[in-house]
């Protein structure tokens, strides 16, 4: 380097912590067990009993060595591996002793060995308990409930898509059909000049007409169209505009449309719980109240009347059926006095 080239400062921060102490222990050590092997050799040179002094000088430069290697660990492994290497050196240590003693008879070093690799394995078992697999009967289970869960849900679909489609073809088949023979019926009744025969085509049309009724009423008992055409949300909206009673609906913007059985769950338990309300309320009013909260489809129907609804009746029983059968939760707060509230949660996450 030349004079006049500026010298090149040492970094400090890259330097490891221990290093300046490792650098100065290492040394003394190697000077100390070189002094006394010298002064052995130039007096006596019999029992080799510096030995003693190296395995001291190596036992005070350990912990410097230790610490030095310990910087360069990641901090979630730092623990352990310094656990690690001072059980190693503590096992060094031991068998050395044993071995410079010359006692070979009975390997004592054998039961702190133990205790040592024992304290070790609980150390690691406890940092890595996370990456050990569970037990196999426990994961099967495990496995086998997620299985069930999920085969019980796509065959609750698959259930609700095929209903659709049985409404679908009672609309535009039978319904249509008899919609257009009852209006044959009556272009025939209004051509009749004998009074019988006319009564018996009026008669005719008039059955007609209730089979049509009864038709429509069990296609929107399987599925009303709204609710597969335009959502949960348009169909509980029109459910409340037939219903006799007053019923406000409030719905979050954001409700989407969910899985096909989670959006028929929801509109039979409010179609029954409104149902409910105007069979044992008359006159009261009602609030249905739609929100989607955490991957969960929340829904409460409440009203004004009296109270004193019974959780465990049959029609309530069996809306707690079609909840429970989706993973769902439900429940009804109807105190005497009112007013009934009947709460129910749906999962509907993908």
Request: net charge negative; with cysteine.
């Amino acid at each position: 380097m030349s004079p006049t080239e500026p010298a090149v400062p040492i970094d400090t921060a890259r330097v490891r912590p221990g290093a300046t102490a490792l650098s100065l222990t290492v040394p003394f050590a190697a000077l100390v067990g070189l002094t006394t092997t010298i002064i052995w050799a130039a007096t006596t040179a019999g029992y080799y009993w510096p030995r003693w002094v190296w395995l001291g000088a190596l036992a005070a430069a350990a912990p410097f060595a230790i610490r030095y290697h310990l910087c360069g660990i990641p901090p979630e492994r730092r623990l352990l591996v310094a656990h690690v290497e001072v059980t190693l050196g503590l096992s060094a240590y031991l068998v050395l002793v044993w071995t410079f003693a010359g006692a070979h008879g009975v390997f004592w070093p054998v039961w702190p060995l133990g205790a040592l690799a024992v304290l070790l394995a609980v150390h690691a078992l406890i940092v890595y308990r996370h990456r050990l697999p569970p037990h196999s009967r426990e994961r099967e289970l495990t496995e086998r409930v997620e299985t069930l869960t999920r085969t019980r849900r796509d065959a609750l679909d698959v259930q609700t898509l095929e209903l659709r489609r049985i409404e679908r073809d009672l609309h535009d088949g039978a319904q249509a059909r008899l919609v257009a023979l009852s209006m044959q019926l009556g272009r025939a009744e209004a051509r009749l000049d004998d009074p019988e025969t006319a009564a018996l085509v009026r008669s005719a049309r008039e059955q007609a007409g209730a089979a049509i009724a009864e038709l429509r009423d069990l296609a929107r008992g399987i599925a009303p169209p709204v609710l597969a055409d335009r959502g949960l949300d348009a169909a509980v909206r029109s459910l409340a505009e037939r219903c006799a009673m007053q019923v406000a609906v409030a719905a979050d913007e954001d409700l989407g449309r969910l899985p096909a059985s989670v959006e028929s769950a929801a509109y039979f338990v409010i179609a029954e719980a409104l149902t409910n309300v105007a069979k044992h309320a008359p006159g009261a009013t009602a609030r249905v109240a739609l929100a989607r909260r955490a991957e969960r489809l929340v829904l409460d129907v409440s009203d004004d009347g009296p109270g004193g609804a019974d959780p465990d009746g049959a029609g309530l029983d069996g809306l707690r059926a079609r909840v429970e059968a989706l993973d769902g939760a439900f429940a009804v707060i109807s105190p005497t006095g009112g007013p009934t509230v009947v709460h129910a949660e749906l999962p509907c996450g993908s």
